[in-house]
């Protein structure tokens, strides 16, 4: 029997391999950390985070992005809407995810805490599966531009995803979810990153010219995380023991991501 060619091309096929295993390890990952290991591998983790994310960005994901046909000027528009964008993101997840604690002198009725902290569970799942869903979108159009920087932009996804979901289970076992219900529930919400890698796939590659602003918008996000949520937590420990270590790890990660990308800033 004869066919006429594959059924689904390589870059798809990379694209679903990058998005699945970017939300199961991730998520296991993260798992194993807030299960079983100390939170000293957690703060080693934000270190290398910062390396991977600013050096995917500012050294392949943005040259990428402006040695396109695309418009600068609309490249750095993007650049700036994405930025002051996760700002306001991130401060609406603040105010919606405010709380108090019982006996603070409010007078809410017993039990109000525990009500709040099972809404702020089903928050998180859904604000997750939200942003798998556009990390899905944002690998996918890493692969179409160049296969490189779309494996180099899945290791960086997995590398801010860890630290993330670790914060998102101790939500979830604070909202009464068992470490079971917990896993389930947050692995579920990672396939929607292969959902969005499938429709990245079939949207971006008939609209070639959106690529180099996804890569932009892609880029603003992993900047505005690693300096405004990752880089203030390593600040807050400021002695020479500690701040070595993070150095050596923030270069440890560029260099994961130069070794990718065959040991040099072009790819």
């Given at each position: 029997?004869?066919?006429?060619?594959?059924?689904?091309?390589?870059?798809?096929?990379?694209?679903?391999?990058?998005?699945?295993?970017?939300?199961?390890?991730?998520?296991?990952?993260?798992?194993?950390?807030?299960?079983?290991?100390?939170?000293?591998?957690?703060?080693?983790?934000?270190?290398?985070?910062?390396?991977?994310?600013?050096?995917?960005?500012?050294l392949h994901a943005l040259p990428e992005a402006f040695e396109s046909k695309a418009d600068t000027h609309a490249l750095f528009a993007t650049l700036?809407?994405?930025?002051?964008?996760?700002?306001?993101?991130?401060?609406?997840?603040?105010?919606?995810?405010?709380?108090?604690?019982?006996?603070?002198?409010?007078?809410?009725?017993?039990?109000?805490?525990?009500?709040?902290?099972?809404?702020?569970?089903?928050?998180?799942?859904?604000?997750?599966?939200?942003?798998?869903?556009?990390?899905?979108?944002?690998?996918?159009?890493?692969?179409?531009?160049?296969?490189?920087?779309?494996?180099?932009?899945?290791?960086?996804?997995?590398?801010?995803?860890?630290?993330?979901?670790?914060?998102?289970?101790?939500?979830?076992?604070?909202?009464?979810?068992?470490?079971?219900?917990?896993?389930?529930?947050?692995?579920?919400?990672?396939?929607?990153?292969?959902?969005?890698?499938?429709?990245?796939?079939?949207?971006?590659?008939?609209?070639?010219?959106?690529?180099?602003?996804?890569?932009?918008?892609?880029?603003?996000?992993?900047?505005?995380?690693?300096?405004?949520?990752?880089?203030?937590?390593?600040?807050?420990?400021?002695?020479?023991?500690?701040?070595?270590?993070?150095?050596?790890?923030?270069?440890?990660?560029?260099?994961?991501?130069?070794?990718?990308?065959?040991?040099?800033?072009?790819?």
């Open positions: 029997m004869h066919f006429p060619g594959p059924i689904i091309d390589a870059t798809l096929v990379s694209i679903l391999l990058a998005t699945f295993l970017s939300g199961v390890f991730s998520i296991s990952a993260a798992a194993v950390f807030s299960f079983a290991l100390l939170s000293k591998m957690v703060e080693r983790m934000v270190s290398l985070s910062v390396g991977i994310l600013l050096s995917t960005s500012l700036l809407g994405g930025l002051l964008g996760f700002f306001l993101l991130e401060k609406f997840a603040i105010l919606r995810h405010s709380h108090h604690h019982e006996g603070d002198g409010h007078g809410h009725a017993h039990g109000h805490d525990k009500h709040e902290a099972g809404r702020a569970g089903w928050m998180i799942l859904v604000g997750d599966g939200l942003h798998n869903f556009t990390d899905g979108i944002l690998i996918a159009a890493a692969f179409l531009a160049n296969p490189n920087l779309g494996i180099i932009t899945g290791v960086a996804i997995i590398a801010h995803e860890i630290p993330q979901e670790i914060g998102d289970f101790i939500v979830l076992l604070n909202a009464g979810f068992t470490r079971t219900r917990a896993y389930v529930y947050n692995l579920i919400c990672s396939f929607l990153a292969v959902a969005g890698g499938v429709l990245g796939y079939f949207t971006l590659e008939r609209a070639q010219g959106w690529i180099p602003y996804v890569l932009v918008f892609a880029s603003s996000g992993f900047i505005y995380i690693a300096v405004s949520d990752l880089m203030p937590q390593m600040q807050r420990r400021a002695t020479v023991r500690e701040t070595i270590p993070q150095i050596l790890l923030i270069a440890a990660g560029v260099g994961i991501v130069l070794y990718l990308t065959g040991h040099g800033v072009h790819s």
